[in-house]
């Protein structure tokens, strides 16, 4: 499930330091003047096998001279209303103040419908950290010490974090018997046409107008021996152009809808090609290691269809999408209904390859002979040898362990060159998959 976390909290408590800290990666600008982050943030997290998304939000404030501040809470609003859990962070070191007591008078109201963690930021050391007894008085329960720049508490906090998700949402328990397939791209790319094409009638809106579908539409398809869900969504548009809260809700569920998924079908316009926004959703599969059908839609409007330039626009998306490669590409034209249902036939296909499972005795076998013929190069010295290898069992990505005696010399370029004999040898077209070395 795509769970959502967001960060609220008065303006320089350390939200965005901690959202950095959370997703691994400095996305946020940290500054010590206040109202630094002014728009909402969006990142990947994940902890202990349960991944999430995080929202680094504005600071809140009331009857500031910030010509911005309406804006700004509004966005924390936003972000309020569509999260799974709520973290409220405080500053140990300034103590309660009155904005925090008039943010946590909303989150107590809210705390009946969501899980509200009470953090108490910038607990540098064990002395400061025991200032945060006097947040009891906002109502929250236990103040949770933590420290955003140097990551003490934060394991604790995650730990507390994921412990307090709906492990499946009411939607999630009806549909988890069957597959999902999440129809994704920019507006107006072509994926209400598609799925409208799909059922035979006109069950979702179509428009020329960007940004018609507003929400994430499940349609269950029970035809010519296939079953499964289709899933239509918003489009997904650069953050700077998304203007509208309304969007913003509906880009939001689009993501939670790719997170759900088992395979993403990719609408790109061919009128347009591969733009920089294709790209964003691209990795947004990637990160969530879905599996992936690229369909080329508007295929009727292209003037010139000979094999060249199908192969030209092959090759491109690919270099664009570099360095996973292994899907397959599809031209199709959801108005004429060209190629339609192999993209069904394509989507069934990746999600059968993704649940395959590869008996431990016929990699061992492939395996050994080849990373004799080809061992890990030697390290300081040192000799790496691979003597078993073995598939992960789960419901997830195709997941290989490779089983060495300093797993820790075996680098990327190796990983990669198994992967790809991994690929060679058995069908993993469309689906992501993951190589580890561990210590035997």
């Not at 009331?62 to 809470?73: L, Y």
């Not at 906090?157 to 999630?172: C, G, Q």
């Not at 021996?225 to 650069?238: E, M």
Request: net charge neutral; proline share 4%; glycine share 6%.
């Amino acid at each position: 499930m795509g769970n959502i976390v967001a960060i609220v909290g008065r303006p320089n408590v350390g939200k965005s330091t901690l959202f950095n800290r959370l997703v691994e990666s400095r996305q946020a600008i940290v500054d010590e003047e206040a109202g630094t982050t002014r728009d909402r943030h969006y990142g990947f997290a994940q902890w202990n096998g349960c991944e999430f998304s995080v929202i680094d939000t504005g600071g809140w404030v009331e009857g500031s001279d910030d010509v911005f501040e309406e804006a700004i809470n509004r966005q924390v609003q936003l972000a309020l209303d569509e999260a799974d859990v709520i973290l409220f962070l405080v500053d140990v070191a300034h103590g309660v103040t009155d904005l925090d007591q008039e943010l946590a008078s909303r989150l107590r109201r809210l705390n009946k419908q969501r899980p509200v963690l009470l953090v108490a930021n910038k607990a540098d050391n064990y002395e400061i950290g025991m200032n945060a007894a006097e947040f009891y008085k906002l109502g929250l329960g236990d103040p949770i010490t933590v420290s955003a720049i140097n990551g003490s508490g934060t394991g604790d906090l995650l730990d507390l974090l994921v412990a307090k998700f709906d492990k499946t949402s009411p939607v999630e328990r009806e549909l988890e018997d069957l597959p999902r397939f999440a129809v994704v791209g920019r507006p107006n790319a072509g994926k209400s046409s598609l799925i409208n094409s799909f059922i035979g009638e006109e069950r979702h809106i179509v428009t020329d107008i960007a940004g018609t579908t507003r929400d994430s539409v499940y349609t269950r398809f029970n035809k010519f021996g296939f079953d499964f869900y289709l899933v239509d969504t918003a489009g997904i548009r650069k953050k700077s152009k998304v203007t509208e809260d309304l969007e913003y809700y509906s880009v939001i569920r689009s993501i939670r809808s790719i997170e759900s998924a088992d395979v993403c079908i990719l609408m790109i316009d061919a009128t347009r090609g591969v733009e920089s926004q294709d790209m964003n959703i691209f990795s947004i599969i990637q990160k969530n290691k879905k599996g992936l059908v690229v369909c080329v839609n508007k295929w009727d409007l292209v003037e010139n269809k000979s094999n060249e330039t199908i192969k030209t626009f092959e090759r491109a998306i690919k270099e664009r999408f570099a360095p996973f490669v292994d899907f397959p590409v599809l031209f199709i034209s959801a108005t004429t209904r060209q190629r339609i249902f192999k993209v069904l036939e394509t989507a069934d296909a990746v999600y059968k390859t993704r649940k395959q499972r590869i008996p431990t005795s016929q990699l061992n076998e492939y395996f050994l002979p080849l990373i004799e013929k080809f061992p890990p190069p030697a390290n300081k010295g040192k000799y790496i040898k691979i003597k078993y290898v073995t598939q992960i069992q789960g419901p997830y990505t195709p997941s290989f362990v490779f089983f060495a005696n300093l797993p820790q010399y075996v680098k990327e370029p190796y990983k990669r060159f198994l992967e790809n004999k991994l690929r060679s040898r058995w069908n993993f077209t469309g689906t992501p998959v993951q190589v580890f070395i561990r210590q035997k």
